[in-house]
């Protein structure tokens, strides 16, 4: 990218959401650019602005392979309704085995670290993977998600990575997210019927009770500033 990162940034926060979408996909080689989706209410409202903009825009997953059925029928919804493809990264399966038969399956709930290592070989590995192919990508994080969420910016430095990291619904509120799949007709994951507003993988994703935050439900037994998989890590956190 020619131009720098925060001054694109400060041109983004000035923008409509579409219109940033529209900057980004402007700036951005198409095969040096991907969308992350992980099936959720903002990553379908990104997935629906990119593709009326640009219908070839590339659009990647993260399989963990532990994820909702639920989860899977609203990747089968985008694909059917948009008549696009998406690549999917899973992680390796020698790592997978090695951790089963070390720790067991459910090893998640015994220790941060193992949590964060069965998060590392499926999710930061094969992000790192997909991200080697691109220069720079874009996600659904908002602000006001959680603690760890609260500085997000529409355009910052990955450095874990070495790409940039675009968030066009970062000022977003959750009704603006509704609003906007409401009018669009937009396939969303139906467990955002029955109270889960973040969702993740099925072990660690629960609903949540009346009054709770949005992520209360994911790795409920871990503390609010712990709860990342590592995918959006702050560089000055
Ligand atoms: S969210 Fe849970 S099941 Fe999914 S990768 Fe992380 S620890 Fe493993």
Redesign the pocket.
């Known amino acids: 990218m020619s131009k720098d990162v925060e001054a694109f940034s400060r041109k983004l926060e000035k923008l409509k959401a579409v219109q940033r979408m529209e900057a980004i996909i402007a700036e951005i080689p198409q095969d040096k650019l991907l969308l992350s989706t992980s099936f959720g209410a903002e990553d379908q409202v990104i997935t629906d602005i990119a593709i009326k903009i640009n219908p070839s825009i590339r659009i990647f997953t993260l399989d963990?392979c532990?994820?909702f059925q639920e989860t899977y029928d609203t990747f089968h919804d985008t694909i059917r309704k948009y008549n696009c493809s998406i690549e999917v990264y899973a992680?390796e399966t020698e790592d997978i085995i090695a951790l089963m038969e070390k720790y067991g399956p459910n090893s998640?709930y015994e220790s941060i670290e193992?949590?964060?290592?069965?998060?590392?070989?499926?999710?930061l590995v094969p992000l790192r993977k997909a991200l080697a192919t691109c220069d720079a990508w874009i996600c659904g994080i908002r602000q006001e998600q959680s603690v760890t969420r609260f500085n997000s910016n529409p355009a910052e430095k990955d450095t874990q990575n070495n790409v940039i990291k675009f968030a066009p619904l970062f000022d977003w509120t959750k009704e603006d997210v509704w609003d906007y799949i409401r009018t669009n007709n937009v396939p969303y994951n139906k467990l955002h019927d029955r109270n889960y507003p973040s969702i993740?993988?099925?072990?660690?994703?629960r609903a949540v009770e009346p009054g709770e935050d949005d992520r209360a439900g994911?790795?409920w037994w871990e503390r609010a500033e712990q709860k990342e998989?590592g995918l959006h890590k702050r560089q000055d956190a």
């Open positions: 963990t532990r994820q992680p998640m193992k949590r964060k290592e069965c998060c590392r070989i499926s999710k993740g993988c099925a072990p660690c994703t994911r790795w998989c």
